[in-house]
């Protein structure tokens, strides 16, 4: 719905990820995912089933946080068109899930090719989930108990996680250990479930939320939209949030305090009240504002990927003197005393410390390989009209120092093994991704300004905004009341 209204925002499709404590013993966690899926899928249980759809629909409050409110308030609106038709969306789920047109048995396929791996299906359709764990043969001696559940061998398909992040991937639903937090990367993950995960995996939870938190964004931004830029109606807020939940699992308290870290208030902490625009302007008088010439924009006939081509590093005629110099600015410290905490020590001022790499360890970089990742930058971006050379970019480097800002403690850039120079080239590549994004963008910007011209503001071309949206973060012991 509305995908080509969306196509801009880089969106991808769904991934619901459950992660448990235990996964190979009798009584492991796995098994709690699975017979929900299969109590789903039990045609016996359909009434119950449609009974809590139609409760979600009407926002019935079933379940209320430590303040009494309903959790599961207004998160269900997109679905209102099911109201009074429960019926086609239990279907929609079949299908959109489970990849099936009724509710039928489930069926958990070893993939003998694959160590490891368990795919779930629905009777004779295309995998939907898939389980991922040490020993799949020691997991499944105990599905045999449960319901609605068969275990069948598949001998002949390939390793289904690989494909994940394929769009022709089937899968919606992926099942597994904590083993996801070492080196798993995926753009897919909106939903996340932990299962008996405590305090004591503190780290390995934040690198679980760093898995769900990825995000293309519009332009390759690697951000969510704000909110004064949401389109309406499209359900995009929906489509942008990270969902989690657990199971007897105490991590909310570590999730809440990564979320202070980083400046960023808990939904159940922040009120939004909306102010709509009343849009009037003065009459008899007629205000005046820049816009881009027609014809002149992005691949337009005269705009500026058809008309510039443009070299990397190199200012064309029309941009000389006009952009002011560009300086890629990347700040390590975050990160760095997060993973390194032993290593390094905090100034007591909080001081950073600036660096610049030693000329020495450019000749142990792969070039070939930062060249490679600066063209598939620019691709993922469209821009066509930009040309990289990878000579041109070694020389851009060894030959300068002034384009780049880095802060990092110098115990980090130092070299003790082969896994530094690694660390050190992809930090180059993050600064090199930033001076290429500004690179690109003041160039096109200083192109267009040759070709604005004036226009009339009206109420119609989008120079208001429709609404003010203001959040009010909850004080201690000074709680609001939120609408009944």
């Given amino acids: 719905k509305n995908q080509e209204k969306l196509t801009a925002y880089n969106l991808h499709k769904p991934l619901w990820v459950f992660v ?17 899926l299969a109590y789903f899928l039990n045609v016996k249980n359909r009434s119950q089933i449609l009974a809590w759809l139609n409760d979600l629909l009407c926002d019935e409050p079933l379940l209320l946080d430590s303040k009494g409110n309903a959790i599961f308030r207004h998160r269900f609106l997109s679905l209102a068109t099911f109201k009074g038709n429960l019926n086609a969306l239990y279907s929609d789920i079949l299908k959109t899930l489970f990849n099936t047109e009724s509710a039928s048995h489930l069926y958990l396929h070893n993939i003998k090719k694959a160590s490891g791996e368990v795919a779930l299906k629905v009777g004779n359709n295309d995998y939907f989930a898939l389980i991922n764990v040490g020993d799949s043969s020691e997991l499944l001696k105990s599905a045999v108990e449960l319901e609605n559940v068969s275990v069948e061998q598949d001998e002949f398909s390939d390793g289904l996680f690989g494909t994940i992040n394929q769009e022709s991937s089937t899968l919606n639903l992926l099942i597994g250990s904590r083993k996801f937090t070492e080196g798993w990367s995926s753009w897919r993950v909106s939903t996340m479930g932990l299962l008996n995960m405590g305090r004591g995996e503190g780290s390995q939870i934040i690198q679980l939320f760093g898995r769900g938190v990825r995000l293309k ?3 390759f931004s690697l951000r969510r939209t704000p909110i004064n830029e949401m389109p309406k109606g499209l359900g995009l807020d929906k489509l942008e949030t990270l969902n989690i939940f657990g199971i007897k699992a105490d991590y909310m308290a570590k999730f809440r305090e990564y979320l202070q870290d980083e400046g960023i208030q808990s939904p159940d902490e922040v009120l939004q009240l909306d102010f709509p625009v009343q849009k009037k302007l003065p009459a008899n008088v007629a205000l005046k504002t820049l816009r881009l010439k027609d014809g002149y924009k992005d691949n337009q006939k005269m705009g500026f990927k058809r008309q510039e081509m443009v070299q990397l590093y190199e200012l064309p005629k029309f941009a000389q003197g006009k952009i002011k110099p560009i300086l890629a600015v990347l700040d390590l410290y975050p990160r760095l005393e997060a993973l390194s905490s032993k290593a390094i020590r905090q100034s007591d001022n909080d001081e950073r410390q600036s660096n610049k790499f030693k000329r020495e360890i450019f000749a142990l970089f792969d070039w070939d390989k930062l060249y490679l990742a600066l063209q598939q930058y620019k691709m993922e971006r469209t ?25 990092v403690p110098d115990s980090a850039m130092e070299i003790r093994c082969f896994a530094d120079v690694q660390t050190q080239q992809d930090i180059l590549l993050q600064l090199l991704k930033e001076y290429t994004d500004q690179f690109y963008r003041r160039l096109k910007a200083a192109y267009e300004q040759q070709f604005m011209e004036t226009t009339i503001v009206t109420e119609e071309n989008g120079s208001f905004f429709d609404e003010y949206k203001m959040l009010f973060g909850e004080e201690e012991n000074i709680p609001y009341e939120r609408e009944q």
């Fill in 20 to 36: 448990g404590n235990t996964v190979n013993a009798e009584n492991s966690d796995i098994w709690a995912v699975v017979e929900q």
């Fill in 217 to 219: 964004g519009r332009n």
């Fill in 383 to 407: 821009w066509s009209n930009l040309r990289v050379s990878r000579d041109g970019l070694r020389k851009f480097v060894e030959s300068r120092e002034d384009w780049y800002l880095l802060y």
